[in-house]
Structure formats: structure tokens, C-alpha cells
């Protein structure tokens, strides 16, 4: 597990802070699924070409399969031992990984097209919920397993709950990622194209924001799809075991943090970095939620004792 803490101690510092939250008996795990999604993504991300991310992006699955059973030999990463575990022990769904992986093929590009591939662009708001499925949803999925659920709650439950949390966080990292997706090579547009074309634009228009009204239209419009998934997924917080209440809730109130930065100022999206909050900001919401979830904890305890009493 220590390699997978050190991946994400050094890719994803908030993420890792967000981690810190979790018990200390289930980070090793946090870390494991961190470390696992992330080798997707710089396969995906960094591959010199279309071909090679493919080429990756199937060996990678080949191993995941393998780690359902056993950890993959002839692998030149460490963090197959920890993954392995985590899958088995946890519960994970083998079409979770699937999924994902999937979401991350499509996002590559075309192999036959020259350089490294075509531009990616999704069509409708429908493709886009299902892209956030396979690059979010599965991933929240997995998160869940791994916090567990309040005694009494059904996984099959929270199916449709976590699905609709990974749409609302992923829509807003495509809306905070804009300008920096559109600029790569080859280019990338999440934001949907029936969403661009019922505000007349496409997606040159707005990441040149030649239109400010039918720009600010087309962002405040997939911020709502955000906010109503947000909203939906609401009971999420209630259903997870109260002593990861305080991950879930931190990583929910940045997000929101982000999608209210955006609401209030839809230019931002097209800035020279990526939509942020401060280090005091996040600070700020982590020690909110630390409190709430000790709050929930000890409320918990009370409830149990209590029950028992009565008995």
C-alpha cells in the first residue's frame, strides 16, 4: 500500500488530503483504487499516439481482469500486490473496472488517424451522462464498497444514488477542465454538442467566448444538469457507514465550491487555469467536514446504545 499512498500523495494532493478523512483502516484501499484508476489516465493521457494509448489501455485491462484472481505477473509497476487486494476484499464488480476502461478507450482517439489520434468529441447530453458513468460513476461505485454502508442499507440501493454523484463531479470537472481540454492535442470537448447547439454555438465559439450571452446560456445549462445530479444524489450521505461520512462530505462540498465559482461566473471556465479554490478554502471545508463527521459518528454510537438499552 505504500507505493499506492506515495502515487497519490504526489498526483492528487487534495485527493490525498480528502483520504485522510477515511478511517485509517480503509485508506490503504483508497489509495490502491487511486493509484489503479490513475495508471489508466496516463496511459490514456501520455501514450505517444492513439495506437500505443490502445495498445496500453488493453494491457492494462488484461492485468486488471488477472488482479480478480491473482496479482498480475510480469508487470513493471508495484501497485498490482495492493490492487489485487483491495479488488477481492472489497467486492468489487469486475464490470465496474470494465466500464472505466472502456470510457478511457473511447476518449483516445481513432488509431488510424494521423498524429496522435482524432479530436474527441461527445454528441448528446446522453453519451455525456454515459461517459460519466464509465470514468465516475464506476469509480464512485468502488468508493462505496470500500466505505461501506450504514447497517440496515442495501447496496442495490445506492446504485442509481452513486451514479448520479459521479454525473454531478464529473460534469463539473469537464466544465472546470474546459479550456485546457480543448487546447490539448488532439483536442478534447466533453461538453455535450446538443447542449452547444440549442445555445447556437459550437465548441470553437465558446472556448473564444465570441458570444458572452450564448456562451454564459451554454454554461449555465450544463451547471444545472450538475446541480440537479448533485441535488439527486443527495441521500448518498446518509446511506454510507457514518465513519466515512466525512470523505464523501468533503469531497461533496469542493466540488460544490467549484460548480457555485462557475455558476456565479460562467467566463471563468475559459481562464488561464483551471477553476480552483484556495489551499485555506479546502482547509476550511475539510475541518467542516471532519466535524460533521464526527458528529455523525457519535450519533451513531448513541443510536446503537440505545437500541441496546431498549433490548
Avoid at 454528441?123 to 458513468?133: A, I, K, P, V, W
Avoid at 454538442?193 to 445555445?199: E, N, P, Q
Wanted: with cysteine; charged share 30%.
Amino acid at each position: 500500500m505504500d507505493v499506492c499512498r506515495a502515487i497519490t500523495r504526489a498526483r492528487a494532493s487534495s485527493f490525498y488530503r480528502a483520504i485522510n478523512l477515511t478511517p485509517r483502516d480503509r485508506r490503504g484501499e483508497m489509495y490502491a483504487l487511486y493509484a489503479w484508476s490513475r495508471q489508466a489516465d496516463d496511459i490514456a493521457d501520455d501514450s505517444p499516439d492513439a495506437a500505443a494509448a490502445r495498445t496500453g489501455l488493453d494491457r492494462f485491462a488484461r492485468f486488471t481482469k488477472e488482479a480478480f484472481h491473482n496479482c498480475p505477473a510480469g508487470d513493471d509497476t508495484t501497485i498490482w500486490p495492493a490492487v489485487a487486494w483491495t479488488f477481492r476484499t472489497c467486492g468489487f464488480k469486475p464490470r465496474w473496472c470494465e466500464d472505466l476502461i472502456e470510457g478511457m478507450r473511447r476518449e483516445v482517439g481513432d488509431p488510424a488517424a494521423p498524429g496522435k489520434g482524432a479530436d474527441f468529441a461527445i454528441g448528446s447530453l446522453e453519451q455525456f451522462d454515459d461517459y460519466c458513468y464509465r470514468v465516475a460513476g464506476t469509480v464512485g461505485l468502488m468508493c462505496v464498497s470500500v466505505w461501506g454502508l450504514k447497517k440496515g442499507e442495501v447496496f442495490d440501493n445506492i446504485v442509481p444514488l452513486s451514479k448520479a454523484r459521479g454525473r454531478a463531479l464529473q460534469t463539473i470537472n469537464v466544465l472546470r477542465d474546459f479550456a485546457p481540454d480543448f487546447d490539448r492535442s488532439p483536442r478534447r470537448v466533453y461538453f455535450p454538442g446538443d447542449v452547444l447547439g440549442k445555445c447556437g454555438l459550437i465548441a470553437e465559439g465558446l472556448r473564444q467566448w465570441r458570444d458572452p450571452v450564448r456562451c454564459e446560456a451554454a454554461v449555465r445549462e450544463l451547471c444545472v444538469h450538475a446541480r440537479r445530479n448533485l441535488d439527486e444524489s443527495g441521500p448518498l450521505a446518509d446511506a454510507v457507514d457514518p465513519g466515512c461520512y466525512a470523505v464523501l462530505d468533503g469531497l461533496t462540498r469542493v466540488y460544490s465550491a467549484l460548480l457555485d465559482r462557475i455558476e456565479k461566473n460562467p467566463r471563468i471556465i475559459i481562464g488561464a487555469r483551471p477553476v480552483h479554490l484556495s489551499v485555506v478554502r479546502k482547509a476550511c471545508i475539510a475541518a467542516a467536514a471532519y466535524t460533521k463527521g464526527l458528529t455523525r459518528q457519535w450519533s451513531a454510537k448513541a443510536e446503537k446504545k440505545s437500541r441496546a438499552v431498549a433490548k
